[in-house]
């Protein structure tokens, strides 16, 4: 309870509270003649002269609410509680129901420590009313019930901004880790492609002058794509555009991962059943894990020949195998040893699916993974 009370205490007021609007001077605009007009034309006003003067002045306190809400409470309710004991009885002016909006604004944009202040001071404004014989209780227990019913107002809307801003900033870390996961997919693949060439172009220099030149029209060409993706990524960054824009290449696209299987193992890609209705998050998600996959299985598969790439679908689930003849005594990557199958594995968890590696029976070393059809991000 302590900690509770603390931390309630300790609270801090919610961020960019708006500033003076138009609708606050049309609001003190019309208020200020109103109070005027009912002081000057009622009949039954104690002390009429005190009572305009007290509801008509205490009007512009409305424009400074919510940047400074404890302290409009404070001058706004400790005023009235100096007039109610200088004429012996409240000012009772029907206009004032304005100051219901200084104790919304009190518990809507101040701290946790100006509630507990501004609080102490609205109770014992009330209090010194009863005690002058100016309100009765059943007047009083009516009176605090609006009351309670206003601040009430101003806490809801206070903790629904909070909870929405709380879900904000969780859509925009889910959106860096995505952007991180593609991000590592691009430059791994295309790295991993420069690596693979520049070894064989210099394994073969000696023998073939011509395949160094080879090797570095291939790595010019995968430095081009890698620079392009990685500029597309960081303009979305940079622009702040939603994940809609960014770079998401889908399903169909895999093809070029065999396009470019310029050496090394050779990459064959089928596509079984209906992949063109895909979700976007769930075409580029399989995009993503079968070109990690490919890109393990060039860095990780010894003596290689062959990359299989198979992407099938049924009513309810996508699934996809990618498949290497390497080695299975090679050392492999496992969740532990690096970003990318971990990648692999929060992605597909994401989406309600599954994503698992590990060795073949026989030769090689495969990974499976299998998405909702309907899942989104």
């Known amino acids: 309870m302590p900690n509770l009370l603390r931390s309630g205490w300790d609270e801090p007021r919610p961020p960019h509270p708006p500033r003076r609007m138009w609708q606050d001077w049309a609001l003190v605009g019309l208020l200020m003649p109103a109070a005027a007009l009912e002081g000057i034309l009622r009949p039954d006003v104690p002390w009429r002269v005190l009572s305009v003067v007290v509801a008509v002045g205490l009007v512009p306190t409305l424009l400074w609410r919510r940047t400074r809400p404890l302290l409009m409470v404070a001058i706004a309710f400790g005023t009235c509680g100096l007039a109610a004991l200088v004429v012996g009885a409240d000012v009772q002016l029907d206009t004032m129901v304005y100051l219901l909006l200084l104790a919304y604004s009190l518990f809507r944009w101040g ?167 895909l979700p976007p998050s769930v075409g580029t998600a399989i995009y993503r894990l079968a070109q990690e996959s490919v890109t393990n299985a060039r860095r990780h598969a010894r003596h290689a020949t062959r990359i299989e790439v198979r992407v099938a679908t049924d009513a309810t689930s996508v ?46 070393w495969t990974v499976t993974a299998v998405l909702p059809r309907d899942a989104s991000a």
Do not use: W
Not at 121 to 135: E, P
Not at 166 to 191: N, P, S
């Open 111 to 277: 701290s946790g420590r100006d509630i507990v202040l501004g609080s102490a001071i609205v109770v014992a404004r009330i209090c010194l009313s009863i005690a002058l014989g100016s309100l009765s209780l059943p007047d009083a227990i009516g009176g605090f019930a609006v009351l309670f019913s206003v601040t009430a107002l101003g806490a809801a809307l206070r903790y629904r901004a909070r909870s929405r801003s709380r879900e904000l900033d969780q859509v925009k870390l889910l959106e860096r880790e995505r952007l991180a996961r593609d991000l590592h997919d691009t430059v791994a693949h295309h790295v991993s492609a420069m690596a693979i060439r520049a070894q064989a172009g210099l394994a073969t220099s000696t023998s073939q002058p011509g395949a160094a030149t080879d090797a570095l029209r291939v790595i010019e060409a995968e430095a081009s794509r890698a620079l392009t993706e990685m500029r597309a990524m960081v303009r979305v960054l940079r622009r702040d555009q939603p994940a809609d824009l960014a770079p998401n290449p889908r399903v169909g696209d895999l093809g070029q991962l065999a396009g470019r299987s310029s050496s090394g193992p050779s990459v064959e890609v089928e596509l079984v059943g209906d992949l063109d209705d």
């Open 319 to 364: 699934h996809l195998r990618v498949s290497d003849d390497g080695d299975t005594a090679s050392v492999r990557p496992t969740p532990s040893h690096g970003y990318g199958l971990l990648g692999m594995i929060e992605r597909a968890d994401l989406l309600g699916g599954t994503c698992e590696a590990g060795p073949n029976p026989g030769r090689g």
